[in-house]
């Protein structure tokens, strides 16, 4: 990867061109001649790709050394990688239910090489648990035809056998090799499900020797707890609930502290059968995870209708010295995250505060302030607010400089509410790529503070224009535009949008 800072002429700047080892360029600099320059560098750059000769996982680490040279230049660097061994095993390990709920488990391979037989047995409890249905993975059909299937359910026995169909070759990777849908049938489910009898093996009929974890353990949403390391999603100190204890123990682990204790989002599935995705930060994902399964454990046993969907408004409001975001006739929501900019050098935030949804964080750094809030509903009560509500009031002093980055709402499943935004942006602006990288098409946000003439457009590496999104007068606000790349090649491109005599530019990167 390459760095390259634009920015002023003064130390700072330098020093991280500097310390990333790019290039630095003068804020003011010809958008054409930076294009060149930056294409220059980067058509001169090579990509070295290591094959190792020993692709047998063995569950260690591997040391790298490459020296490459070209003409007069030679240069070297060390790398070091992790390989994990051969594995199959569930997914996920452990399983919070109940009565009545329907869940997943996936049975995985990780660092396999050359598969194209499986089989194995798995037994269960049939008492407390039934196997409704079995569906055939994505690992096995990976370059091939879907795999030959044969399932057998009996009580508490499954035989599952599969095979390569339409490929000489066995696939390598990881992936899952089938899906079992089980289902909770007694009050009291803690009981495990069990992988025997594995058959791993090649194209040539040889046995893998893959390393099988084969216990799955499946526990019940209100009968256990005190399960040391294993305990249901969010409740942090595993005494089998969650409450407002484990509500203060989310906010020792918050940011900047971001203990791994309380890293439990971003997350997918339906609560309380989530399975969590770690970022490495604790911020509003976590508390917007923490939210659902609340609002699971609260709530599960009232099953309230939905209200259909409806969309709202977002709005600034407020007098001097104070900055309100209201919603006006928003969907009901119950968990909200709102990213508000603005300049420090001219404006001073003397206090941040939650507006109607009382409960989570505030942070303000460095010209950010980040606010994310969700509701605690108690039993029986409900877990969401509506209609004319107030997501935030910050205080303040100098200019108004405000600019609201993000304002994302979800109900208490996690969905996000339909709204529009009605603030006017305070400055022209051109939001990232997303996704990014992409394929085949990605989004643009463009802010601009009045109305006027915009243009947006797509560049290549060497400078060419190989798209105009926009060119035209516009009214202030936000608009969106969409790149599709389907015609262009993988690479990097630049996105330039020009308002009012000033430029922005992003890099997007196209992966076909």
Known sequence: ??????????????????????????IGSDFDVLLDDISGILTAQYIVTYTTHNPIPEGGWRNVHVTVNTGDFEDSDDGRYYVGST??????????????????LDLSAASITNLYDFHTEITWNNVLLALDSIKAGELLARGADSPLEVFTITPGL????LTRSGSMDGVSGSGVIARLYFRAIAPITTT???????????????????????????????????????????????????????????????????????DVGPATGTAPMLTPVPDGAVNFEDLFI???????????????????????????????????????????????HI??????????????????IENGFVTNFDGVIDLAAISLAGTGEPAEISGNVKLARIEFSGENTFLVREVDLR???????????????????????????????TAIEVEIPSEGILTVDVFDLTGRR???????????GTHNFTWDGSGEPSGIYFIKASFGGESAVQRAVLMK
């Not at 199959?88 to 452990?94: D, G, K, L, S």
């Not at 798209?467 to 202030?476: C, F, I, P, T, V």
């Open 87 to 104: 594995m199959i095993y569930f997914e996920p390990e452990t399983t919070w239910t109940t009565d009545g709920l329907g869940f997943r």
């Open 1 to 26: 990867a390459m760095c390259v800072v634009i920015g002023y002429n003064d130390e700072d700047q330098h020093r991280l061109a500097e310390e990333t080892g790019g290039f630095w360029y003068p």
């Open 290 to 336: 923490f939210g659902r399964m609340w609002n699971w454990y609260h709530l599960v046993a009232m099953g309230r209708p939905r209200i259909g969907p409806q969309f709202g408004e977002i709005s600034f409001g407020g007098t001097d010295g104070s900055l309100e975001i209201l919603g006006v006739g928003v969907p009901p929501f119950g968990m909200s």
């Open 192 to 262: 495990e499900v069990r992988m025997q009898n594995v058959v791993a093996r090649n194209p040539a009929g040889a046995d893998l020797g893959a390393a099988v974890r084969e216990w799955a353990y499946i526990r019940d949403i209100y009968h256990d707890g005190g399960y040391p390391g294993d305990c249901m999603l969010c409740d942090f100190d595993c005494d089998g609930d969650i409450d407002t204890r484990d509500f203060v123990l989310l906010g020792t682990y918050w940011q900047p502290a971001n203990s791994a204790d309380g």
């Open 466 to 476: 190989v798209s105009s999104l926009y060119s035209g007068e516009l009214s202030a």
């Open 411 to 441: 109900d208490a499943r996690g969905e996000k509410a339909f709204f529009e935004t009605n603030i006017v942006p305070r400055r022209f602006a051109l939001a990232p790529a997303k996704p990014n990288p992409f394929n085949p098409a």
């Open 158 to 161: 499954a035989d599952i056998s």
């Open 339 to 356: 990213v508000v900019e603005f300049d420090p050098s001219r404006t001073t935030v003397h206090a941040s505060h939650l507006g109607d």
